[in-house]
């Protein structure tokens, strides 16, 4: 089968390193450019970062395209550096990156390249791009051949009680993508948060000798660090992967239908992702992840991760 072609709107982030890196080591996938939003970090950093990861990767043919600096409607305040580090990756040391910016704004090379062929998004990161996406380029929905998007939650967000970051930092972009005739597969963090990675991984991960390998395991040994504050132990969730998993092992991920809203106006809710599983969705294109196999992922992610070469 012809691999599937793809761009990656991300906002890196060191689940989304692990993400890209993931895909760009898949046959099943073509990477055909990474858009950046502002998220995780600003935007000149989102950026500077998806540059830095195509140079880790090899892969400078990759365009990266810069998108939206912040939110449609209402500026977030929120800063994630000590989750993913002030840089985003984790405060490793970078050479200036080779892989050159692109000329052309993010959201009009989805476009174009969405014009070429069936288009497959993976929207790791706040949505704006891709609200931005359907305002520029009216109709454009009918030549997305997916969306995977990583965002929302069930039951409980990471910024607030009610809201997950992707979809807390810019809710009314949210509101219009999940509302768009497009079909979805959504990764919330009731589905995230079985995929995660441990101390053994980063030692794997470390013992490679790849740059690639020593790179993962420096980034995420903070994000470790992280998670052993917040959640009391050290166990890495790679969110934003789980969309590239779905991708290049289909079926892996068990999906349901479902409606999806977002709460724009909640006091308390602003930011939340309304999921309903109720039997009368059963059937819409719109699907939720509900369930993975974390040892199947982990080691696909070892797997992948190692056909990167040697360092030197």
Do not use: C, K
Not at 36 to 51: F, I, K, L, W, Y
Not at 147 to 172: K, Q, R
């Amino acid at each position: 089968m012809a691999a599937t072609r793809i761009v990656i709107d991300t906002d890196p982030g060191v689940d989304d390193a692990v993400a890209i890196l993931l895909a760009l080591a898949s046959p099943e996938v073509e990477v055909l450019a990474l858009t950046s939003v502002a998220g995780n970090v600003d935007v000149d950093q989102t950026t500077r970062n998806a540059r830095r990861l195509l140079d880790l990767a090899g892969r400078p043919d990759v365009p990266v395209a810069r998108g939206a600096a912040g939110p449609l409607v209402v500026a977030a305040t929120y800063e994630d550096g000590h989750v993913h580090g002030h840089d985003g990756l984790g405060d490793l040391t970078w050479e200036d990156p080779a892989t050159p910016e692109s000329p052309e704004h993010a959201v009009d090379l989805i476009a174009r390249l969405a014009r070429e062929a069936p288009l497959t998004i993976v929207a790791i990161a706040p949505l704006t791009n891709v609200a931005l996406l359907r305002a520029r380029h009216p109709g454009i929905e009918s030549r997305i051949e997916r969306l995977v998007i990583m965002g929302g939650a069930s039951f409980a967000g990471n910024v607030t009680a009610a809201a997950e970051f992707n979809v807390w930092f810019d809710p009314e972009a949210a509101a219009s993508v999940l509302s768009g005739p497009w079909p979805i597969t959504l990764m919330p963090l009731d589905l995230t948060h079985q995929a995660w990675l441990t101390d053994a991984d980063l030692a794997y991960f470390a013992g490679l000798g790849t740059e690639v390998g020593t790179r993962v395991a420096g980034m995420l040994e903070p994000y470790a660090s992280y998670h052993e504050r917040w959640y009391g132990n050290r166990d890495v969730i790679m969110h934003d992967a789980t969309a590239v998993y779905e991708l290049v092992v289909p079926g892996a991920i068990a999906t349901r239908g479902a409606h999806l809203a977002v709460e724009t106006a909640g006091t308390l809710t602003r930011g939340m992702t309304v999921i309903d599983r109720r039997a009368a969705h059963a059937e819409r294109p719109t699907r939720v992840g509900e369930h993975l196999d974390r040892l199947a992922f982990a080691t696909l992610v070892r797997e992948r991760l190692a056909r990167y070469p040697l360092a030197g």
